[in-house]
């Protein structure tokens, strides 16, 4: 690991050509463009780069792609590596360990909705397979589990690779517990929360609004971190309704791969059956990104 993970990750989409095949020189170019933004790291194959519709050579090119782009950068790059199969989670491990990857960020089995025991099970297999810090992902919206405070405790205390958490249930209070009772570095991974977090302790965020305004978001942090609650408060004002509209439309992807376009930089359509934005969500998109950067 480079440093210990901190500030405003965005976690980027996949884009696309037209036929809906990955446009993989848009993904170096998107990568450079973050890169030239300095945003303190990036995550790839995530939820918001559709990794449930990739396939295995689709997520390795990127891993690849992304790996070579920042393995001589101060950028830390994490690689989502979920999936029902813990075998194919392993799978995926190996190969972002093997392509410069700083963090690996997983997630619970996603479909099976598994037992707490099963959900520990599958994070203790990997802990005990990798040794790159792994960043648990709690996000009961996707996974249909949201994990038990006691069960974030024991892996925190059981699991030495496991170093990091997203915290993902739009519970504050769940937030507040994590952060008061673990020794777990803290991201938030609710974009509606992302101050509350800081105040409450988070030290980063995974973040689909980094994606559109990385410089705003990642200056939130920075206030909060300098104590200028004022100053992030009147930056919130603007920030925060783009977050909730991310949270709350239903199509984070789209929003964000249509903002790309809109920005000079590759976003494409999202694979179906994801549907596009209407013309009333992207005037309100194109309102939301003029007070932010």
């Not at 994490?78 to 075998?87: C, H, K, Q, S």
């Not at 769940?174 to 800081?198: H, I, P, Q, Y």
């Not at 949270?247 to 494409?268: F, P, R, T, W």
Request: hydrophobic share 40%; with cysteine; charged share 30%.
């Amino acid at each position: 690991m480079k440093k210990q993970f901190e500030g405003a990750f965005p976690v980027l989409i996949t884009p696309m050509n037209e036929d809906y095949s990955v446009n993989y020189e848009g993904v170096k170019e998107n990568i450079q463009y973050y890169l030239d933004q300095k945003v303190p790291g990036i995550v790839v194959v995530g939820s918001t780069g559709e990794f449930a519709s990739l396939n295995d050579e689709e997520k390795n090119e990127i891993v690849r792609i992304a790996g070579e782009a920042v393995k001589d950068t101060e950028t830390d790059l994490l690689v989502g590596i979920a999936d029902e199969r813990t075998d194919k989670v392993l799978e995926y491990a190996k190969h972002a360990e093997a392509n410069h990857a700083d963090g690996l960020l997983l997630i619970n089995s996603y479909y099976m909705t598994p037992t707490e025991e099963e959900a520990f099970e599958q994070f203790k297999e990997v802990n005990d397979h990798v040794s790159t810090p792994i960043m648990m992902y709690n996000n009961p919206f996707t996974a249909n589990v949201n994990l038990e405070n006691e069960t974030i405790y024991k892996i925190d205390k059981e699991l030495d690779n496991v170093q990091y958490i997203k915290e993902s249930s739009g519970d504050i209070h769940k937030v507040r517990a994590v952060a008061d009772n673990t020794d777990l570095v803290l991201f938030c991974g609710a974009d509606d929360l992302a101050l509350e977090s800081f105040v409450l302790g988070a030290t980063g965020w995974i973040s689909v609004a980094a994606n559109i305004a990385p410089n705003s978001a990642g200056r939130l942090y920075e206030l909060v971190k300098a104590k200028n609650y004022d100053g992030a408060k009147e930056l919130y004002k603007d920030l925060l309704p783009l977050c909730e509209f991310l949270e709350d439309s239903g199509k984070y992807v789209q929003i964000v791969k249509k903002a790309m376009d809109l920005k000079g930089l590759n976003g494409g359509p999202a694979r179906k059956p994801r549907l596009g934005l209407t013309e009333e969500e992207v005037t309100k998109m194109k309102e939301l990104m003029e007070k932010l950067d």
